[in-house]
């Protein structure tokens, strides 16, 4: 109990020293400062609220939510380090009372970045950071929605068409020689040592080769996604055709299974958690991949190609806010795949764990 009552104990002793201080500032005749000492006390006010152990949890976080929008607007008024200092405590009494209740971790995770993004925003503008540099969020966000159009199609040209083509060939070729290996032993001597090259064949310089092979298209970079994405799905399928059990195996053999029952039966069910951690490393390996690759050539669409004629230009908003697109599209693949594990894997301990 003492560990958890002294973080709140000290946070309140710091909010009455910065009210304290925000009434000595008080003195000065500015309307600059004026408005200052206003948010100073508005947000210092909040924390405290927030630091009181009887108000309900949805009214703390509408506190820290509001706040986190209204210092967006403190961003044009010269940083007082008063000000910063109530709004970190806001912060971090927001999030760590948000992490005491029952509530969802991705609500907390949400909360904790909206926080970096405010800090971030605050922090950009009071320093007058470049924006080659570091743009500010509401720069990269702005440049977002007026570039939604050109980014829609530089997802079409990466995502839909090079990562996803890429993505199912590469690992679905994997799966298959890994079955062809397991089932025939001359294929682990000859075969598999080739496979292994190609986890060692640097990608830059099989893009350019792919480039000149496929063309500028979406192919050149959907062939690249196919080699990459191929030997993680071969080694795991393999390891999880291996890991079944002999007392397993020898009861299909009492059964007189075949060895096509016993592969549909027991070792490919069992090798199921393998093949779903490949698939899951592929799923953003497949994108990095694709967006490495169109550096090396590509036409006026991708994700890629976006970064690198943008980042040459020095219109850094526009890279970052291709970058925010890429991680969600990276994101809410992986979490396809994650949720496609659960459905498929429900029956192994990992998944039960879970949820």
Not at 64 to 78: D, E, K, M, R, S
Not at 131 to 137: D, M
Not at 207 to 217: L, Q, T
Not at 228 to 257: D, H, I, N, R, W
Request: aromatic share 8%; hydrophobic share 60%; net charge positive.
């Amino acid at each position: 109990m003492k560990s958890k009552t002294i973080p709140g104990v000290i946070s309140l002793l710091l909010a009455l020293l910065l009210l304290a201080l925000s009434l000595v500032q008080l003195s000065v005749a500015s309307p600059v400062n004026g408005a200052l000492v206003v948010i100073n006390l508005v947000l210092i006010i909040s924390a405290l609220l927030a630091c009181s152990p009887t108000l309900p949890v949805w009214r703390m976080a509408a506190f820290a939510i509001t706040l986190a929008a209204g210092t967006v607007w403190l961003a044009w008024l010269p940083l007082s380090g008063l000000t910063l200092a109530a709004v970190a405590l806001l912060a971090v009494v927001s999030v760590q009372r948000l992490a005491r209740t029952p509530l969802p971790a991705s609500l907390v995770a949400s909360l904790s970045g909206l926080w970096i993004l405010v800090f971030w925003q605050i922090l950009v503008t009071a320093f007058a950071v470049p924006q080659v540099i570091l743009p500010a969020p509401l720069a990269i966000i702005s440049a977002l929605v007026s570039s939604s159009g050109m980014l829609m199609g530089d997802v079409l040209q990466t995502v839909i068409k090079s990562v996803l083509a890429g993505y199912v060939l590469g690992s679905g070729l994997g799966i298959v020689v890994a079955l062809l290996t397991d089932r025939l032993p001359f294929l682990q001597r000859g075969l598999l040592p080739v496979a292994n090259l190609t986890s060692t064949v640097p990608l830059v310089g099989v893009a350019p080769i792919a480039v000149m092979w496929f063309g500028f298209d979406w192919p050149s970079k959907a062939a690249v996604v196919t080699l990459v994405t191929f030997f993680p799905a071969l080694v795991s399928t393999l390891a999880g055709l291996k890991s079944c059990g002999k007392m397993e195996q020898e009861l299909m053999y009492c059964y007189a299974a075949t060895p096509r029952q016993s592969l549909l039966s027991l070792r490919l069910p069992e090798a199921m958690p393998f093949i779903f951690s490949a698939l899951k490393v592929n799923a953003t390996l497949s994108l990095i991949t694709a967006i490495v690759a169109e550096f090396f050539g590509s036409p006026t669409a991708g994700l890629g190609f976006r970064i690198s004629t943008e980042s040459a230009r020095m219109h850094m908003p526009v890279v970052w806010s291709a970058i925010v697109v890429a991680s969600v599209a990276g994101s809410l693949m992986y979490a396809l795949v994650v949720r496609l594990d659960r459905r498929v894997n429900f029956w192994h301990p990992t998944v039960r764990g879970m949820s």
